[in-house]
């Protein structure tokens, strides 16, 4: 089992920046990859990141990729997620996923273990 936490979300005018944490507990987060996703209202769930078992090795959305970066603190058992120079259609809920088969995937159904997620505005 992997308990998965996300905080950090709020709201940010365009340009500016946030950063998301995704604590977990259960399993060390260099025990699986691990993924953040986005949903907007209306919309499918959408892939933004996802970082390897191994931490060495990283696929981004296009949308994001240059803006937002993933990092992990293996001592905090926690992965963030840089977002800079927002857009309003980042808007979303985001969300941290766990994968304990290091599929490293950016479909949502490779991951077994979500947050709650956490919310992000941008206004223009």
């Known amino acids: 089992q992997v308990q998965l936490v996300e905080s950090g979300g709020g709201l940010m005018q365009a340009g500016g920046s946030l950063r998301l944490s995704c604590a977990a507990s259960g399993r060390t987060v260099s025990s699986c990859a691990i993924g953040w996703f986005r949903q907007a209202p209306g919309k499918e769930r959408e892939f933004v990141v996802t970082i390897s078992r191994s931490g060495d090795s990283t696929f981004y959305a296009d949308s994001v990729k240059g803006r937002f970066t993933i990092s992990r603190d293996n001592a905090k058992n926690t992965v963030y997620l840089q977002m800079n120079s927002l857009k309003p259609e980042d808007t979303a809920v985001y969300y941290c996923?766990?994968?304990?088969?290091?599929?490293?995937?950016?479909?949502?159904w490779g991951y077994g273990y979500w947050g709650q997620g956490t919310q992000v505005y941008v206004s223009s």
């Open positions: 996923a766990a994968d304990v088969n290091n599929r490293h995937t950016k479909v949502p």
